[in-house]
């Protein structure tokens, strides 16, 4: 037999498959040990075969099957196969994308317990062991009450030889047990609520279907029950499920909802795991012990067999779309997932994407919809304040009249609010009102964001600190202007009013482990209390106690220049809003805008989606913009300028190249810096392209920017979320 195998080693150049002789027990998904130019190195096998076309002599034999059971399952191969077609992957790097590090490159391990039993009477023990042991009798007189005990504690106690001794005499016996490392569990018990009518039709409509639906349901309307429903009953017919969540670490009450309904069945894995935990989760999915896998984007190249549902909730968020390399759409693997166990692929969201919803338009998605809330309980009612107005009538602060009124009668009733601000630090940039000095990063070209509590200047983009300034570094002055409001500031001046406790939510309060957890946990418990947060507060929590939500600075993703920002201010609006009164239907929302009448905030106000949709899509179709194109982003990024520029210049004559061929198609063509130009000390230029939506032009823009250039490298996006 000849085993095809791909080799994992960092030079991208390689992307074939080696004909190797394979051993006995050789099996395709296995990892092994092959020759590999004079080296050893890792492989995977990825087919075996009766003949081989090279020449028998030159063949080098497998040196080691590094498992018995392959670790790339048959369904998980074709999935990588499946990138490789869709993305223009490199089938090593799909391969690294479905195998985390601690299972490709066995950079975590099992651990076990040993424990210890007499497995003789205590009478036939002592008399073998004789009067004079006295440390052995112990050992065994202690065990035979006990039953069993932990091996390392029993020698604590007594000593390791007496405990040896009894074992090499076999009086007594060891065994191991596998430990796993779990991820905390959060083990609240949770009712489990009866379905409304609208529910059980949800889920009569969709469970078993071979197809795509888009369940649309505003915020509160029991989406995520419908899930665990369809869930629970694939589970009952022996099949599994994946559930993806846009960052589970943020939304510890989604874990602890599906712990509570499906106990020691449910996986998780997100990236605040360690690699030990993450190992051990996996390896539950890939044993079938877990048969619920529960999320981040990544978690839909788990090894579960025999899928029954795959829910991808939020769809709409842009964590599902990888901004780094290797690059993939989740919904494009979820869809190739969903076709290959024959099951429904849900995805859910109060407020689906464009695409998305078109999708349903056209007939590619079923649509289903839950228009209300649980119990019929109202939306909360959002308010929309113009700051300009607050600047004629004198009010100079972040704050407005009206948003205070409502803290205060928030407080006043005892109840809990969250104010939501895109921003964390102090303040948004530093600049000299004298010379115009602007504090930025060494590394990066954009501007240092300043944190008062560490009193510190941070760069947002790579990290990178500084001293604070107190006065100009160029012309000395002292008279310093900090630039727009983040969390930090925002959280000052509310403890100046307010004498009730205020939380924090944003990357820096949160980078401990479990750091949401415990925020999240301290603020359900206080009343009435106030929670700050950027977008992470935005998403999936569920608090009854919340009946004020204050939007400070929406603005801010408005004006964030690509096609998406609409569609994305729109959904932040609707998702932020949706954690006000949920239980008693007491919620309120003020929005804070200098552009009280653009349409995103008038259908957002009404929760009018379907507006909202009409009223984008027709101008996406005037303006050309996805979904009635494509928008094609190069990437070309290096520490030296000048060979970024070259590179770059390549490219572009190749684009070119293709913009001859594809005439008309190629709507849109150039080559420029990034938006931002240098990040981490590496110099930034893009080709950016916008083309008529066909396969083949994308495919071709793939192939051209398929090239190794020596430290450079090349990212290509596409409809990217995030132009920087
Ligand atoms: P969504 O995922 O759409 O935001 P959830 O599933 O989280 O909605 O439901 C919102 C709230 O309503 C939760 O507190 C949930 O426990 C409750 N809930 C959901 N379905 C029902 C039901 N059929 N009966 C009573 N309460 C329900
Ligand atoms: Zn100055
Ligand atoms: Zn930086």
Not at 495 to 506: G, L, Q, T, Y
Not at 655 to 664: D, I, P, V, W
């Amino acid at each position: 037999m000849y085993a095809k195998v791909i080799v994992d080693i960092s030079n991208d150049a390689v992307d074939r498959v080696f004909d190797y002789i394979a051993l006995p027990d050789t099996k395709v998904g296995m990892r092994v040990k092959v020759p590999f130019a004079g080296r050893v190195v890792l492989g995977y096998v990825v087919a075996l075969t009766e003949t081989s076309e090279v020449d028998n002599s030159k063949l080098k034999p497998i040196i080691k099957n590094l498992e018995s059971v392959p670790k790339l399952k048959p369904e998980i191969l074709e999935v990588c196969r499946f990138l490789c077609g869709r993305f223009f992957l490199r089938l090593s790097d799909a391969i690294k994308l479905v195998l985390p590090a601690c299972v490709r490159l066995d950079r975590a391990s099992e651990q076990y317990s040993s424990f210890v039993r007499l497995i003789l009477d205590i009478d036939t023990a002592i008399n073998l062991i004789g009067k004079r042991a006295k440390s052995q009798l112990s050992v065994v007189a202690f065990l035979s009450e006990q039953g069993e005990a932990d091996y390392t504690r029993l020698c604590e106690m007594f000593s390791r030889s007496s405990v040896n001794s009894l074992i090499e005499k076999g009086i007594i016996e060891r065994t191991y047990t596998r430990r796993m490392r779990s991820p905390e569990k959060i083990n609240a018990k949770i009712e489990r609520n009866v379905l409304t009518k609208m529910q059980q039709n949800a889920v009569g409509t969709i469970e078993n279907q071979d197809k795509t639906f888009l369940l649309k349901g505003v915020t509160g309307s029991g989406k995520t029950e419908v899930y665990m429903t369809i869930i629970e009953n694939a589970l009952n017919q022996g099949k599994t499920a994946i559930m993806l969540v846009p960052e589970i670490s943020l939304t510890p009450q989604m874990m602890s909802r599906f712990n509570s309904r499906f106990p020691n069945l449910v996986a998780v894995l997100h990236s605040g795991l360690s690699e030990g935990e993450r190992y051990d989760e996996w390896d539950r999915i890939f044993t079938g012990q877990a048969r619920v896998v529960l999320g981040a984007r990544s978690a839909i190249f788990a090894p579960v067999e025999n899928l029954g549902v795959i829910v991808i909730d939020e769809e709409h968020d842009s964590s599902y779309v990888s901004e780094t390399n290797p690059r993939y759409f989740t919904h494009d693997v979820a869809e190739f997932r969903a076709r290959f166990n024959h099951c429904p692929l849900i995805l859910g969201s109060a407020t689906p994407s464009i695409d998305s919803f078109k999708k349903a338009k056209d007939g590619i998605y079923t649509l289903v919809e839950l228009p209300e809330r649980i119990n019929n309980i109202a939306m909360p009612k959002i308010e929309i304040v113009d700051m300009l107005g607050e600047l004629m009538e004198g009010n100079t602060s972040p704050y407005s009249k009206r948003l205070i009124a409502k803290l205060d009668e928030c407080i006043a009733n005892k109840k809990q609010a969250i104010l939501f601000i895109n921003r964390r630090g102090f303040a948004s940039f530093v600049l000299c009102r004298e010379c115009g000095y602007r504090a930025k990063c060494d590394d990066c070209e954009v501007s240092l964001v300043y944190h008062k509590e560490d009193n510190e200047l941070k760069c947002h983009f790579c990290g990178k600190r500084y001293r604070a300034l107190t006065n100009c570094p160029n012309c000395h002055s002292t008279n310093i202007k900090y630039g727009a409001l983040g969390t930090e500031r925002v959280c000052e001046d509310l403890r100046k009013m307010f004498n009730v406790p205020i939380f924090r939510m944003d990357n820096d309060t949160t980078r401990v482990k479990n750091g949401h957890k415990h925020i999240l946990e301290q603020f359900a418990e206080t009343t009435p209390s106030i929670l700050v947060g950027t977008q992470m507060i935005a998403k999936g929590h569920d608090y009854p106690n919340v009946a004020f939500v204050g939007i400070l600075d929406a603005d801010v993703s408005l004006y964030n220049s690509d096609y998406k920002s609409n569609e994305r201010t729109f959904q932040l609006v609707t998702q932020v809003s949706g954690r006000a009164g949920r239980k008693n239907g007491d919620g309120s929302v003020v929005l804070q805008t200098y552009a009280p009448k653009h349409y995103v905030y008038r259908f957002a106000k009404n929760y009018d989606y379907n507006g909202f949709y009409e009223k984008e899509i027709n101008l996406r179709a005037t303006t050309k913009f996805p979904p009635f194109s494509t928008i094609l982003r190069i990437l070309v990024s290096s520490t030296s300028d000048t060979r970024a520029k070259e590179v770059t210049k390549i490219l572009y004559d190749r684009a070119q190249e293709l913009k001859e061929r594809y005439g008309n198609d190629i709507l849109f063509l150039q080559a420029m810096p990034a938006p931002v130009k240098r990040i981490q000390t590496k110099y930034r230029y893009q080709i950016l392209t916008r083309y008529t939506p066909c396969d083949k032009i994308t495919n071709d823009f793939f192939s051209i920017s398929d090239i190794i250039e020596k430290d450079v490298s090349i990212f290509v996006e596409i409809n990217p979320n995030n132009l920087r």
